[in-house]
């Protein structure tokens, strides 16, 4: 952890994602600046989330989303602060959100640029009524054509073309966590200065000490799944020795496994007959999570493989999504090979 109370060790995040910059030569300083103006909206949403329990915008609109969800306030002005401080820039070609049906094209009175950027604006957002962390997830693709409208196809890319990824994660304070291909790296919001700082230097999953998944849907899960929680709970020759923890918000699970190590599921179930996939999607928020994962040590996978090769048919698809250390998400792979297949 880096010693904020001396100056000469303070790393802003600006300071941060430019020196970044140098690993790429090439670089024109767009996707720097794209991280930056996410930043910025983790900023604005944290204002709002530390006053949810105060202000006017708590409560639910009469809106139902895509996924068939109620639209809470919190959810929206998420979605239009990531909107706002990033459609104007002429650095994005076009945004995709889990809150809207279809991909949102730059308005044409601005300029058009070269990125994609993929983002779930409030995950966790059932939690906020309950003073809970929530958090932002977001991806940046490189857009597949030099030039011309952009289509839906181009945000279908599998996320090994992800150029940066990362989360804002809302609770006890607010941090951002990123990686653009050279490590991950985690940074908090400092609320007297206003910025964030560096914190978490490269981020590297340690040995598993929790295992995050919601048991209220056991009776749901395949065989190879059921076995692999027996597993994470040390039955028959399994691991010992691991907590679980679950608080039902990805970023937050995800996070906290990232920094304690362990694992966090959401498997593909029988629950829900129209979402045999789970409940997570895979462009907003598994692929996002899966390129930080595999940047720390650590690996995601849909039970059969990397998530990072799945390549998406639609904007909203689902995926079962295992995620944390590498040895435990190959081990569900292993039982779900032998015993589902
Ligand atoms: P909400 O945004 O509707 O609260 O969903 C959060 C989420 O997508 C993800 O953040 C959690 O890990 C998962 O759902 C929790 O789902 P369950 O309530 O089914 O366990």
Not at 30 to 39: G, K, M, V
Not at 97 to 107: D, G, K, Q, Y
Request: hydrophobic share 35%; aromatic share 10%.
């Amino acid at each position: 952890m880096a010693d904020h109370d001396n100056p000469s060790s303070i790393i802003t995040i600006e300071r941060h994602i430019l020196e970044e910059q140098a690993f790429h030569p090439e670089a024109t300083g767009t996707l720097t600046n794209i991280l930056y103006d996410l930043a910025l909206a983790g900023k604005v949403i944290a204002s709002k989330t530390t006053r949810a329990g105060l202000a006017e915008i708590l409560g639910r609109t009469e809106d139902i989303n895509v996924q068939g969800e109620t639209v809470l306030k919190l959810d929206r002005f998420a979605d239009l602060t990531v909107q706002r401080l990033t459609d104007h820039t002429g650095r994005l070609a076009g945004l995709a959100s889990e809150e809207n049906a279809e991909f949102m094209p730059i308005p044409d009175k601005y300029p058009m640029g070269k990125y994609l950027l993929v983002f779930d604006p409030l995950d966790g957002s059932s939690n906020v009524d309950f003073n809970m962390p929530v958090g932002t997830i977001f991806g940046v693709y490189r857009r597949l054509r030099e030039s011309g409208p952009v289509s839906t196809e181009e945000f279908l890319q599998p996320g090994r073309n992800l150029v940066a990824s990362g989360y804002i994660a809302y609770g006890t304070s607010t941090i951002f966590v990123y990686t653009a291909g050279h490590g991950v790296h985690g940074f908090t919001l400092d609320p007297h200065v206003g910025e964030f700082l560096l914190s978490h230097p490269n981020i590297e999953i340690p040995r598993a000490k929790y295992f995050s998944v919601n048991l209220g849907y056991q009776m749901y899960w395949s065989l190879g799944v059921q076995r692999y929680t027996e597993y994470l709970q040390g039955h028959g020759g399994g691991i010992k020795g691991l907590s679980l923890r679950y608080i039902g918000t990805l970023v937050s699970d995800f996070h906290r496994n990232l920094l304690a190590g362990g694992v966090f599921y959401y498997p593909a179930d029988s629950k829900d007959p129209n979402s045999p996939s789970g409940k997570l999607r895979l462009l907003y928020e598994a692929a996002p999570l899966a390129f930080i994962a595999e940047q720390a040590g650590g690996y995601a996978s849909d039970g059969t493989g990397s998530i990072l090769d799945i390549e998406p048919t639609s904007l909203h698809q689902r995926t079962p999504l295992f995620i944390g250390n590498k040895e435990l998400v190959e081990k569900v792979e292993e039982l779900i090979r032998g015993l589902d297949s």
